[in-house]
């Protein structure tokens, strides 16, 4: 049965990424009173010919250029079909549905003025599976991704449905739609706002969370084949370290190393083991805890309108306020900041491949491969690891600080959060495939330990599992293909 996310306040993170892989979404009463409440003061701002900006003036460095009542409706759909200029290859489904789904839950909070049936129509499209092909570039921070949005509600644009590609106007004659005819301010706010950053943050953190438990998982798997100090992850001298996330991947090593035959059998053979090894906690508890500001700030920008401008007050005393609560500033250093965080556990993931295929540290035959010389085992799987660690150190420098002027001066300083955002999301699908390359070098590594000594219970079962996707490797098929066997392991479970 699927998933329903019912919009009545505000959204949290995890709900728009529930969204985004499936759930349905709909929108309570009091949500639908907010947004047509909003809409009647954007009526009453027309009829009374108050000065709204993107309501009866142009935008952008047109903003002082009155556009009469008459002009309104065509300034609306002018500002989607001039704003559509993005280009390269369409966002992934899941990434489209996120950003739809922040802009619904935007629309919610009753400060923008576009009609409930603007909003119904993007809840039809949603549900049904009718995605918009939101082109992945071009975009500084919102306007392009959201317009292709737009193109789809007013008959213009392509949709997927998950098959294939139909236009805006077939998507909406299967839903019974006709294309919307966008009144005064609901062009701009269709454009608006930074939902597109928001929907894409969502999904970056609930494929981070899921990856994180997967590193800490990969790390123990390591940490045992290589003969390490069992008391390093102890209770009491981790606490002496003041941080909830370093705590977390502590209890956690310890659980998946309790009671290990092979960690008891290596006990006092050295005084501390590498700090790839011995510096888990640290390095995957403070990406844990930067984990956690990212998801407090995306959760603030869920609950905060991102519309410019803002309507509020009644019919009978409406109000206008044009803010600058669209640009994304906030967004765009948390997810620069989560993608360093993601390349950090890449990073030392990438550095414990190392020490398992390095027959200088390994004490394991070289490259892991049962015949050496003749095979190369995962001699090329390092490198296919290192070569994904600096690509991350590329990514991860910061988007926030791009600049850049656009609209002939009126918009001077840009923040890039919808950038920050999407690369956050490259960078976590290279986390994906570096834990891969780890989790099978590990089920490797069992396989060629010198003694036949009992891995701890839980270490066990989770090389048991990986085991029954992927057979031990003989240099005997393409190794990518293991990889991406173990890529579904990980997107299809938790460790």
Known sequence: MTETITLDGPADWAEIAAVATGAHLTLSEAARTRIVNARAVVEALVDRGIRGYGINTGVGA???????????????????????????????????????????????????????????????????????????????????HAASIGLVLIGHGQVNDGKQTLSGAEALRRLGLQPLRLQAKEGLSLVNGTPCATGLAALALSRAKKLFAWADAAAALTYENLGSQANAFAAGPLALRQSAGL??????????????????????????????????????????????????????????????????????????????????????LAMDSLAVAVAEVAAISERRIDRLVNPLVSGLPAFLAGDSGVSS????????????????????????????????????????????????????????????????????????QPRATAKAKRTEALYQRIRAAIPIYADDRPMNEDFDRMRLVIQESTP
Request: glycine share 8%; hydrophobic share 45%; aromatic share 4%.
């Open 247 to 332: 705590q977390a991947v502590g209890e956690t090593l310890r659980d998946f190393l309790a009671d290990s035959p092979m960690l008891a059998a290596s006990a006092g053979t050295r005084t501390q083991d590498p700090l790839s090894l011995r510096a888990v906690p640290h390095v995957h508890g403070a990406a844990r805890d930067a984990f956690d500001h990212v998801a407090e700030v995306v959760n603030r920008e869920l609950a905060s309108l991102t519309d410019n401008p803002a309507v509020s007050g009644t019919p009978e005393a409406p109000e206008v306020h044009s803010q600058a609560h669209a640009v994304g500033a906030a967004l765009g």
């Open 377 to 448: 085992g995962y001699m090329i799987a390092q490198y296919t690891a290192a070569a994904l660690a600096a690509e991350n150190r590329r990514l991860a420098a910061p988007a926030s600080l791009d600049g850049g002027i656009t609209s002939a001066l009126q918009e001077d300083i840009l923040t890039h959060a919808t950038p920050a955002a999407w690369k956050a999301l490259a960078i976590v699908d290279n986390l994906e495939r570096i834990l891969a390359i780890e989790l099978l070098a590990a089920a490797q590594a069992y396989d060629l």
């Open 62 to 144: 047109l903003c002082d250029v009155i556009i009469d009542r008459e002009n309104q409706e065509a300034l609306s759909r002018n500002i989607i079909l001039s704003h559509a200029c993005g280009v390269g290859e369409p966002l992934g489904r899941a990434e489209a549905r996120a950003v739809m789904a922040a802009q619904i839950a935007n629309f919610a909070h009753g400060y923008s003025g576009v009609r409930i049936e603007t909003v119904e129509a993007l809840t039809a499209l949603l549900n049904a599976g009718l995605i918009p092909n939101i082109p992945s570039r071009g975009s500084v921070g919102y306007l392009t």
